[in-house]
């Protein structure tokens, strides 16, 4: 299966280092999509190494093959691990200003988030109406419940 990991500027992004090697182990083509805050907590020689591809967070490197556009159309699954409350927000709003975002927005795969975030974050009614937007778009819902 050809799945897409988008990660995200949470400290849980080093738990994406773990999921990204279950799934190659597993024998799925994993690409990884890092956003620039990710970079922050794991670099990029590691998703290089882990995923065994090149790996970028630019919409403007390989400008040719539309990279946003190809990459939505080959994912066959797209889990965002760790999701962040911006991410969550920005996806639930339909923001596409990197190329996580514009991947999410290109593609007809099914989606999954694990959202990754302080308590209050979670609960705070911001958060948990992006969840329900995504909820009701059909992405998957990976982690904690939605709070009450």
Same mark, same amino acid.
């Given at each position: 299966?050809?799945?897409?990991?988008?990660? *995200?500027? =949470?400290? +849980?992004?080093?738990?994406?280092v773990h999921l990204v090697r279950l799934l190659i182990k597993a024998g799925h083509e994993v690409t990884v999509i890092p956003t620039d805050d990710a970079l922050r907590f794991?670099? @990029?020689? /590691?998703w290089e190494a882990i995923s065994?591809?090149?790996? *970028?967070?630019?919409?403007h490197e390989d400008v040719a093959t539309v990279r946003h556009? +190809? @990459?939505?159309?080959?994912a066959e699954l797209i889990i965002v691990a760790p999701a962040t409350a911006? /991410?969550?927000a920005?996806? +639930? &709003? =339909?923001? &596409?200003?990197? @190329? @996580?975002g514009t991947t999410l927005l290109a593609t007809m795969a099914p989606v999954a988030i694990a959202p990754a975030?302080? /308590?209050?974050?979670?609960?705070?009614?911001?958060?948990?109406?992006?969840i329900g937007v995504l909820h009701e778009r059909g992405v998957a819902i990976l982690g904690p419940g939605r709070a009450s």
């Open positions: 299966m050809n799945i897409v990991v988008g990660v *995200t500027g =949470g400290i +849980a992004a080093y738990k994406a794991v670099g @990029l020689p /590691t065994r591809k090149p790996v *970028t967070t630019s919409v556009v +190809a @990459l939505g159309q080959a911006n /991410t969550i920005k996806m +639930a &709003a =339909g923001l &596409a200003d990197d @190329l @996580l975030m302080h /308590t209050e974050m979670w609960r705070h009614p911001a958060t948990q109406a992006n």
